[in-house]
Structures are given as C-alpha cells and as structure tokens.
C-alpha cells in the first residue's frame, strides 16, 4: 500500500536495489535549485561516465590520427561491435539481429526499403492515428516514392469516439479485413503520446498471418519496455538511443532486423561500404556483398564520438540489467501514478491517459489537464520540474528507474498540487 508521504517515499528509496546509480548521473541544476527531472522520455540525462568514454577516443586520435581504426584502445573499425551484445540484452534479440548506426529516420526509411515492398493490389500499410510526425512522414514519403496515393494506402488506426486509447482488437480487426491487400504494418511500439504499450507479439503474429511484414518505432521503448524482439517475431525496428538510452542530443540509432531476415543477402537494401563482406571490404571492389547480418544495412563507418555516449549508458544498463529496471519501473510508476490521482482540485481538471494496467505502459505518465493545462505546465517548469508538454493538453512525466527516486515522485506530487491551487 502505497503513503503520499515523504518519510514512505525515503524508505523506497532506501529499500532501491538501483539507488546507487542515480549518482552516476548528471542532474541539472537550473538558477541555483535541483530539478525534479522527469523527460528521461525526450532525453535522458548524462551518465558522469560519458566524458571519460570520450576522452579515450579524443586521446587516441590524438595520438593514432587515422592509424586510431585499428591501434586505438576501442578500434574504431570495429567500435560498434563493443555495443552489440549490450544492446541485444536491452531489446531481447540474438547479436546478429541488431547493430548500432545512423539515425531513426534514416533507418526507418533504410528497413522500408527491404520490408516495404508493395506489388499488386498488396500495397496498404496499417499504422496508429496520431503516429510521431516522423513515422508520419516516413509512411507518407514512402508511398508517394511507390507512386502510390497516401490517403489510399496508409490505413490509420483511432481510438473509438471519446477515448483517448486504441483498442487493440481495433488494430487486429483492421489486419484481418485488409488481408491480401497488406503489405505493412508499421506502429510505434509505445505511444509517445499518451505511452500506450502495444502488444507487439500478437500485431506480428496477426500480420503474419495474412503474409504483411510487421515494424515497429520503438523510439519510446527501447531502454524502456523490457522487450523480446527475437521471440515475439518481429521483421524489424528501430529506435533512437537519446530517449531512455541516455546517448545525449541527437545520439546514433539502433536496428532490429529478424535473424531470418538479416542472414538473407538477397533482401532488397541499399548497400553501403560499411555493410559489405569485411573481408574485402578494403579491396574496394565492385559487386555489393553484404554482411549476413543486421550490420549489412550498414552504410558509413561508425560516427565513434556519438557511440562513446551510448557505450558508457549501455554499461550501466549492463550492470543494472532489464529485469531489475523493469520491477522498479512499473513499481515507481504505479506510486507516481498513485500520488497523482491523490491530488483533488475544483480549478484544473485533468486525468491520467495512459493505461493503468502496467502490462500496457512503461515509464510515462501523460496528464491530459483540461482548461489550464499549458498554463500549469509553464508553472511546474518555474517550479524546476522538467517535464514535457505536447499539444493540445497533455503533461508528459517518464519516471526513469535508473536515475529518479521516489522522492522525486513525492516531490512532483507536492509542486503539482501548490501548482494547482
């Protein structure tokens, strides 16, 4: 039974198998005051490791220059291999299902061009309505490079009249009677919205079963959700790395792509240097044999100074493991969910969207505050509550196990009610 009260607060945190790890991160002190930082969900803080991790690479290209790619401490001809098996535990696949390059758009458009691949009248492509405007774009460009109509093609899924969530047998009923005409389904594996998590096994399964190749942008997941990619028959995904993965601005992306997939070198992709056969790799030779695994999407050589970030990040997720960030996730949500609901007030309406069920959501929180809702959002930023606001009325928080504390969910629980009154 959870107490909104301080003392309650400071004893889970103390009880915290990961408290430790908070103070191996950075937190951002704005005009002399701590923050109660709550958008792990838009970027994640700064592990104080990070700046070691990327000294090594400064000093030894210092002293390598280019000799660095394969006398440096980390090769960087093979630096993204350093974070493969690291990130496969994080999103449950086999290493030669996943690799560390570019960015989420870009991979997104590079997967389609190997899983988008209409023919006939088997074109349509399912996604959710109010898809991050990205994954929106990305849909929307792709077809139009088919020569194909968008408003004809792309098959947008709502929620029902006065709901603010989509009904998964929604999903499910919309792959069943498009059938033979589907060629994709491509959906965002957590709302960034309203944090909704889909159940990404059964949509495979279902779209398998009318022979679609089933996606997922998992910006909002991976580091997040404890995800079993591998297992649940995916065809693909991809994810940014700066949200939960703590990568810092603008961090390089991660791929999925099912072992079935990544060891078939005859799948349509566009080639690039990086993704050719390593062994001849340097002979500069025509005839693209690509890597027989996810790395043959490779196209450049790896960006080293975005991976040293991501690399630090991934050895504290290493140490913490998924299974441990997982329980206090859905522990510390529920409790800031709890502390929420606690607060009553006749002057600002508003609710919790997101699913209560913690096998639908992961660490987000989407307040929907009606009436006042941006003017309550600019007073908890006054406040030094670093939180995130997205139109038309929602407050998103994302508890992030890692580095926020139950305290910090008392402390947010105190600000938003002082707020409000």
Known sequence: MYQNTLEFAKQKDEQDE????????????????????????SLGLQPKAVKDYINVELEDWAQWGVEGHFHGRNPWFSYHELLTKKMAKVVGCKPIET??????????????????????????IICEAKAFPSDQYILETQVLHHRLNPEETIIEISPRAGEELIKEEDVLKAIAETGD???????????????????????????????????FDLAHAAGNINLQLHDWNVDFAAWCTYKYLNSGPGGVSGIFIHE??????????????????????????KGFDPIPT????????????LMAPLNASLDLFEEAGMERIGEKRD????????????????????????????????????????????????????????????EPNVIRIAPTPMYNSYEDCWKFGQILSESIQ
């Open 331 to 390: 522990d510390m949500t529920a409790y800031l969910e709890f502390i929420i609901n606690s607060i009553k007030s006749d002057k600002v309406e508003f609710e919790i969207i997101t699913p209560t069920d913690k096998t639908k959501r992961g660490a987000q929180l989407s307040i929907a505050a009606k009436g006042q809702g941006k003017k309550l959002f600019d007073i908890l930023t006054e406040r030094n509550v670093i939180a995130d606001w997205r």
């Open 260 to 285: 079935r997939h990544a060891t078939n070198k005859d799948l349509v992709r566009f080639g690039g240097w990086w993704g050719q056969d390593k062994d001849t790799r340097f002979l500069m030779e």
């Open 181 to 215: 005409e589907l060629a994709l389904v491509m959906i965002g594996g957590v709302s960034y919205y309203t944090g909704q998590l889909f159940d990404m096994k059964t949509i495979a399964a279902a779209g398998h079963a009318v022979g679609a190749k089933v996606g």
């Open 18 to 41: 990961l408290k430790s790890f908070r103070n191996r991160f950075h937190h951002p002190i704005i005009n002399g005051e701590p923050t109660v930082y709550f958008t792990g969900n």
């Open 99 to 124: 690799v560390v390059m570019g960015s989420l758009s870009t991979n997104v458009h590079l997967l389609m061009v190997s899983f988008y691949r209409p023919e006939g009248k088997r074109t349509k």
């Open 294 to 305: 996810a790395e043959g999407w490779q196209h450049s050589n790896a960006p080293i100074m």
